[in-house]
């Protein structure tokens, strides 16, 4: 399974900078004489990347996994202040050196005119004196996943993650729903100021990184850096637009059901996850090990080769499932090219959230084994517009397997059903995040009073008319906090409304064609990023689109299936 290698010694293995550095001066001194030649130094280059990207990735893993092993942070904060930006620098110098190669012009293929494209796109971005404010903004981003997963409430006589917390928020009484969102947000507000600050500081450096590179904002900076080819600003702008004219309305809808349901006067924040028919929460599998073979046996319902894969990973230990303090919040799945083994992390406390989490990660796990054999590191990393149609696109595929997590078929239509209005609620969020980061970068200087007053701008429109607020005035201005890419990853966001929209289109041709369908979604993961975005969601047999009519048209399929679930 792991890549053998053909240029580095065996046992390379990663401490210092000087440990790296001969390898990097070959590179640099390397003869061409013909594209052949130029096609060995870029496998070497590809090498080089994927056995410094897995050690940092084992770092980055290992210290999610424990927050509060202090050795476990600084091996990480090590590679990111000390051996990373050495690595951007000559990362730099051998991206010339590719693209003022006299042979760069004969490289046959759509997958190199998309790695060049890339390429010049990075060099054009590079500033020496940004390297060291990106490393140090790199050290700083881990910030948010300590003060995070340090937060616990007491309940009930025991101290619990506020993600344990969670499953009390969906429990019929309602005195206990308030109780408990009360204090997971008292614990939350406690943060609220460190979180003010951090986010200062960080938007503080991001500003100043675009400005040394030539850009009025590190908005339109990261346009650039995302490699974002294929679309432009005011795309996002208009997927705001169609969101709130398509989607919102919908939302709203779905939430005056549930305030009727519910037979409520007033729908609170407390009551958003609660059965509807208020039955009790769904409780699908106890612990990581059950989670882990209900998957797989859903996964071998869908496709074996599928099952294969988590079967690989759980044999290996490349998988770290359960909630616990002092663990990282989130969940990721971490493709690691010199293993060809991803990482799947993330925080089950047994709901149905953690299948729908799970089955995302195992769609990324999916796409790694299935772009493994690529040639080159870079064919390998995605754009997360292709790398979130593929995980997206598992959770509603899977789900018509579900019964695995689900023997009664009352229960199997409750999870479905969340689901699919989770599918169609996720859009306005997604939407309210990426318009409140364009806000938030757009002008300078701005103070943490200042983003609240935008948030509550942005969230005006798209959070709907159902649900009222009063009394929680202070939780409502901070639920952006809830949101890590805004501090961990900027900008990275909108990438899952695309993909979200995708996914809906794949699992529609797949109840359609299931065999078809599964064909082309291969066909299009295992391209990796050798195409453009819309030629790869072409692949999968679906539309790179998020105009008016395409989205109404795909949430009036969604609709459709609601209705089939409430009626069978």
């Not at 051998?94 to 997958?111: H, Q, S």
């Not at 796409?367 to 590191?377: A, I, P, Y």
């Not at 064909?519 to 072409?538: F, H, Q, V």
């Amino acid at each position: 399974m792991k890549t053998k290698r053909r240029y580095l010694p065996k046992d390379f293995v990663i401490e210092t900078w000087i440990s790296i550095e001969p390898y990097f001066n070959v590179l640099q001194n390397w003869k061409f004489n013909s594209v052949k030649d130029l096609k060995n130094w870029l496998l070497y280059r590809s090498e080089m990347e994927a056995a410094l990207n897995e050690d940092m990735g084992w770092r980055y893993i290992k210290m999610n996994c424990n927050t509060e092993d202090e050795k476990l942070s600084q091996h990480f904060e090590y590679f990111v202040s000390e051996i990373e930006p050495k690595i951007t620098e000559l990362d730099f110098e051998l991206n010339k050196i590719l693209n003022n190669c006299p042979f760069t012009e004969d490289l046959k293929g759509k997958e190199y005119e998309i790695l060049v494209r890339s390429v010049k796109n990075e060099i054009d971005l590079y500033r020496k004196e940004n390297v060291q404010i990106q490393a140090e903004i790199q050290k700083e981003e881990q910030e948010y996943g300590r003060i995070a997963a340090a937060m616990t409430i007491q309940y009930q006589g025991e101290e619990i993650t506020l993600q344990k917390a969670s499953n009390f928020v969906k429990e019929i009484d309602r005195n206990v729903r308030e109780e408990v969102y009360t204090l997971i947000w008292k614990r939350r507000l406690q943060a609220s100021a460190a979180l003010d600050e951090l986010l200062s500081l960080l938007t503080v450096k991001r500003q100043q990184m675009a400005k040394n590179a030539g850009f009025k904002n590190f908005r339109d900076f990261m346009f650039k850096k995302l490699g974002r080819f294929d679309y432009q600003v005011e795309d996002c702008y208009d997927f705001h637009d169609s969101i709130l004219s398509e989607v919102v309305p919908l939302s709203n809808e779905i939430q005056e059901i549930r305030r009727e349901k519910l037979g409520l006067d007033v729908l609170k924040p407390w009551d958003l996850d609660v059965d509807i028919d208020l039955k009790p929460p769904l409780k699908p599998f106890k612990g990581g090990a059950e989670l882990v073979e209900k998957t797989i046996r859903c996964f071998k319902k869908v496709k074996p080769d599928y099952a294969g894969y988590i079967e690989i990973m759980s044999k290996e230990s490349y998988l770290d499932l359960d909630s616990r303090k002092g663990k990282a919040p989130g969940g990721f799945n971490y493709p690691l090219h010199e293993s060809n083994i991803p990482f799947i992390f993330m925080n089950a406390t047994g709901n149905l959230r953690d299948i729908e989490t799970m089955v995302h990660e195992g769609g990324h796990a999916i796409h790694s084994f299935l772009s493994k054999d690529l040639e080159l590191v870079s064919f390998k990393e995605t754009p997360s517009e292709i790398a979130e149609l593929a995980s997206m696109s598992m959770e509603l595929i899977s789900a018509e397997h579900w019964d695995v997590f689900f023997e009664n078929k009352e229960e199997l239509k409750r999870a479905k059903l969340g689901l699919l209005i989770g599918t169609i609620q996720i859009l306005p969020w997604i939407a309210m995040v990426d318009k409140f980061q364009h806000l938030l970068y757009l002008e300078p200087d701005l103070s943490p009073e200042k983003w609240k007053e935008m948030w509550r701008q942005v969230s005006h429109d798209f959070s709907g008319t159902i649900v009222d607020w009063s009394g929680q005035e202070d939780i409502f201005n901070h639920l952006w906090q809830k949101q890590l890419h805004i501090f961990e990853v900027p900008f990275y966001y909108i990438e899952y409304g695309f993909a979200q929209l995708g996914a809906i289109a794949v699992w529609r041709n797949y109840k359609l064609n299931p065999e078809k369908a599964l064909m082309d979604y291969e066909k299009a993961l295992k391209l990796g990023y050798t195409r453009s975005i819309p030629e790869i969601y072409e692949a999968a047999g679906i539309q790179f689109d998020f105009s008016k009519p395409y989205i109404k048209e795909l949430m009036s399929f969604v609709q459709s299936e609601i209705v089939k679930l409430n009626n069978g």
